[in-house]
């Protein structure tokens, strides 16, 4: 989604700001960082619900509700960062 006229005056009204009180910060900050940071954190959400999931059939041989609860929040964390690695695609 674009941002409209008065969006984008206005953030690049901050980031002349920003870049005039501290240049060394915005130097470093950048919005690739950003978003390698964020498909990492996507990442290693996903990996761990893939954890979960598998740790949940395992449980379930033994004791069937706690490893249905396990792989449902594994399946659920498998969601979660899918769809946050997918925003972060959309929007760049």
Known sequence: MALSEGEQRRLDEIERALTTDDPKFAATITIDQFRRHRAIVAGVIFALGMVAVV?????????????????LAGVGAMIYGALMFSRIRHRG
């Open 55 to 71: 740790g949940g059939l395992v449980l379930a041989d033994g004791l069937l509700w706690a490893g249905v609860i396990i792989s």
